[in-house]
C-alpha cells in the first residue's frame, strides 16, 4: 500500500509539472534574463521570473542611478512629506499612481517631468537657452515602481541634463514595491 500512494504522488507529481507554463524570464541587468555567477560547486544561472512580489518587468536599477543623485530609505520619505523645501514626486505613469501611491506625494510622469520642472522650482529657459534656472529649486524625492523600474532614472537623465541639480535629487528606489511590502499607507484615485 505504501508503494501505490508514493507511485501516485509521483505520478500526480508528475501531472503537476507537466502542465504548469514555463515562466516567463524577466529582465536583471538591462536586457539581459540571466546572470551566471562562478561557485566553487561550478556555474550557476541566476534568472528572475514574475512573482505576486516582483510586479514589474523592468530590470535592476542603480542604487545612484546619476552621479550626484543620494539614495533615500522610507524614514527619508517620511521625513520629506512634512519639508516644506521638498517634494516627493511620483513619477509613475498615471495609471499605476490612481491603483495607489504614497500620500502626499506629488504625481509626475517620467515622460513629463522635464517639461514640467517650474513645478519643482525651476524657471523655465530663457529664449535660445536650453537648460532651466533650477538654482532656487525644491529637493526632490523621486520613486517609481521599485528596484527594477527605470521610470523615475529616466526622469532624472532628463532633469540632469536640462539643467535640475541632481544635488538635489533623491531617490526612493524601493518605491511603491517596498512602500506596499512594508504595510505602508497608500491612497488611491490621485492623478
Known amino acids: 500500500m505504501k508503494k501505490f500512494f508514493v507511485l501516485a504522488a509521483v505520478f500526480l507529481s508528475g501531472v503537476a509539472v507537466a ?9 536583471i541587468i538591462d536586457k539581459s534574463t540571466n ?3 562562478n561557485t566553487p560547486k561550478g556555474p ?18 542603480p542604487l545612484i542611478p546619476i ?21 516627493v ?21 517620467y515622460t513629463e517631468v522635464a517639461m514640467r520642472m517650474d513645478e519643482l522650482g525651476c524657471k523655465k529657459p530663457a529664449a535660445g537657452s536650453t537648460k532651466w534656472d533650477c538654482s532656487k529649486a525644491k529637493k526632490v524625492y523621486a520613486f517609481c515602481n521599485g528596484p527594477v523600474c527605470p521610470q523615475s532614472p529616466m526622469a532624472m537623465a532628463a532633469m540632469t541634463r536640462d539643467g535640475f541639480p541632481a544635488t538635489k535629487i533623491y531617490y526612493y528606489r524601493g518605491g511603491m ?6 504595510g505602508l499607507t497608500t491612497v488611491k484615485g490621485e492623478f
Do not use: H, Y
Not at 20 to 27: A, C, D, I, K
Open 19 to 27: 502542465q504548469s507554463p514555463t515562466p516567463e524570464l524577466l529582465q
Open 35 to 37: 546572470f551566471v555567477v
Open 44 to 61: 550557476v544561472e541566476i534568472t528572475r521570473v514574475m512573482t505576486p512580489c516582483a510586479k514589474n518587468k523592468g530590470w535592476l536599477q
Open 67 to 87: 552621479k550626484g543623485v543620494t539614495p533615500v530609505d522610507e524614514i527619508d520619505v517620511l521625513k520629506a512629506l512634512n519639508d516644506k523645501d521638498s517634494l
Open 89 to 109: 514626486v511620483d513619477m509613475r505613469v498615471v495609471d499605476d499612481r490612481v491603483k495607489g501611491t504614497i500620500p502626499g506625494s506629488v504625481g509626475i510622469p
Open 177 to 182: 514595491l517596498d512602500w506596499d511590502a512594508l
